[in-house]
């Protein structure tokens, strides 16, 4: 069975950093694609940034500044390090995984396995 649990959310304070895990078990696929989203109350789910197989990597153009997805293969964990965090970055933020390379990383269609989410708050 597969699964993919985040962690690494929190309450910070604008300006603020934080680091979300993402622990992966059980995916069958070599060749895949993992990837951030994130979605605020009221809004829509939002790509954040997507890593694949081979390690390229591609951010949401708004956010690449401050962020950084990097994975160990080791141990099955992505990571999302942010920074400069602002209010408005407050959202529930979900790990996924795609097989293969999709064309379109950061389209949430493509992927067909989601974490719970972890929750993360800015604000003063």
């Known amino acids: 069975q597969v699964r993919l649990v985040e962690s690494g959310g929190g309450s910070v304070q604008p300006g603020g950093s934080l680091m979300l895990t993402c622990e992966v078990s059980?995916?069958?696929?070599?060749?895949?694609?993992m990837a951030w989203f994130r979605q605020a109350p009221g809004k829509g789910r939002e790509a954040v940034a997507a890593?694949?197989?081979?390690?390229?990597?591609v951010y949401q153009n708004s956010m690449k500044d401050r962020l950084t997805i990097s994975r160990d293969i080791a141990n099955d964990t992505l990571y999302l390090q942010m920074s400069s965090l602002k209010p408005e970055d407050t959202a529930m933020y979900y790990c996924?995984?795609?097989?293969?390379?999709?064309?379109?990383?950061?389209?949430?269609?493509?992927?067909?396995?989601w974490g719970q989410g972890t929750q993360v708050t800015v604000s003063s």
């Open positions: 059980g995916y069958p696929y070599s060749r895949h694609c």
């Open positions: 890593i694949n197989s081979d390690g390229d990597t």
């Open positions: 996924a995984a795609a097989p293969g390379r999709p064309v379109l990383p950061l389209a949430p269609s493509v992927y067909t396995i």
